[in-house]
């Protein structure tokens, strides 16, 4: 499986029974799997995305947004629950470009990134159990693809 480094960006090769082994990056050491939201840039996004084999979700978000400050700790502890997750963080106000290239219209959004393609959106406030729930039913190999 490959396993894109948040702190560096670059690509390991993890064997799918390893990943529960809290794997490390070959170029710059840092944990792979982090259990909390990474916050990423424009360009970063970008390919983090195109390298991850793993499920993630990306919360576009700003600063002055009340309800994005009220979700911050539920996707935060959704993070540490569903490990087969990576949990991603855009501020839209410092990275417009993927909010322009995702077409976000509102914040907070979360999106759902698998295979190469965005499978689920939800805009507003979700609770720890609400996102939870989402993400377990949206991620199911059934699940109709967004576009």
């Given at each position: 499986?490959?396993v ?56 576009f ?5 009340g ?17 087969e997750?990576r ?54 190999p ?6």
């Amino acid at each position: 499986m490959q396993v894109v480094c948040p702190s560096c960006l670059t690509r390991n090769r993890v064997p799918q029974e390893r990943l529960q082994d809290h794997p490390h990056c070959g170029h710059c050491a840092g944990l792979l799997l982090p259990t909390h939201p990474v916050e990423l840039d424009d360009q970063q996004l970008m390919r983090y995305l195109a390298g991850q084999e793993l499920p993630v979700v990306i919360d576009f978000w700003a600063s002055w947004c009340g309800p994005c400050k009220m979700m911050a700790p539920y996707f935060k502890e959704a993070a540490q629950l569903l490990p087969e997750f990576r949990f991603i963080k855009v501020d839209t106000e410092h990275n417009p470009g993927a909010a322009a290239h995702f077409q976000i219209r509102s914040i907070p959004t979360l999106l759902l990134w698998q295979q190469g393609r965005e499978i689920a959106r939800q805009s507003g406030v979700m609770q720890t159990t609400q996102l939870q729930q989402w993400l377990q039913q949206e991620s199911k190999p059934h699940a109709k693809s967004v576009h």
